[in-house]
């Protein structure tokens, strides 16, 4: 198992780290544009008005058709045929791409405040109203502050990443269900739109059902604000997709 997961993280790091470097150029750039540096290029003029929420949603795209893609390659191109032969099963197989997945998200939220840390200390070095070493000064608070607000209420603190971690597991299984189920032998053209298609339905039908589902009493129960029937919701989809997947990968799957 540890041999599959050190195969998928060496395997799916080119991608990845395109999106790291991509979102680190553009925390470079912005600096110089809102500081005139660089002459205005309307595309560019509207990426800057909006800022940093361009860059947040660029990474997050980016992650997203990382793992889109990775998987698509990995399972329905070429290296199929290397990979449907490990001699390990779909469940092992679909677990370790799982765990990739997750340690290269979580990775993506540290390129995020690396880019962060980046532009400060640009705008520092770029602006005489700020400076570097402030910056620096004003860091042991912020963590200070933060482990206080942590410290509060650690209950309240788990409940929000556990609900978290099981959203961002739909996140993957729902994409590696989609393009399992777009690649079987019903489907013959177009399985990459289909597959993009599944997943959309897929997370429209996830935030419909939680909506639906607070008509009911035992919404009345909840855990760090969130109902306890979302983290059932949610917890009962991720295991019906993954043994979903595992199934059409037994029985159903078909390389182009």
């Not at 993280?9 to 470097?21: E, G, T």
């Not at 290397?82 to 290269?104: A, D, G, N, R």
């Not at 939680?210 to 760090?224: G, H, N, R, T």
Request: aromatic residues 14%.
């Amino acid at each position: 198992m540890l041999k599959l997961m050190k195969y998928e993280f060496i395997h799916s790091m080119r991608s990845f780290l395109i999106s790291f470097c991509v979102f680190w150029g553009a925390c470079l750039l912005l600096p110089l544009f809102s500081e005139g540096i660089i002459p205005d290029i309307p595309l560019l003029t509207f990426m800057v008005a909006f800022g940093f929420t361009v860059l947040i949603m660029g990474i997050s795209l980016a992650l997203v058709i990382s793992i889109f893609t990775h998987y698509y390659h990995s399972m329905f191109k070429r290296p199929a045929y290397l990979t449907l032969t490990l001699p390990v099963s779909s469940l092992q197989l679909i677990t370790s791409k799982l765990i990739v997945s997750f340690v290269w998200l979580i990775l993506g939220g540290m390129a995020l405040l690396f880019g962060i840390l980046l532009m400060g200390i640009e705008v520092s070095l770029l602006s005489p109203q700020l400076s570097l070493m402030e910056i620096i000064k004003q860091m042991p608070d912020f963590f200070n502050e933060l482990w206080a607000l942590i410290s509060y209420d650690v209950s309240w603190v788990m409940g929000q990443l556990l609900y978290m971690g099981l959203g961002v597991y739909f996140l993957i299984i729902s994409i590696y269900f989609s393009l399992t189920a777009a690649h079987t032998g019903v489907v013959r053209h177009h399985r990459v739109a289909l597959s993009v298609c599944i997943w959309i339905v897929l997370e429209i039908a996830l935030s419909y059902m939680k909506l639906l589902i607070l008509e009911f009493p035992v919404v009345s129960l909840y855990i760090a604000q969130i109902p306890l029937s979302h983290y059932l919701l949610v917890l009962i989809c991720d295991i019906a997709l993954t043994f979903g997947t595992v199934f059409i990968l037994d029985h159903c799957i078909e390389i182009e």
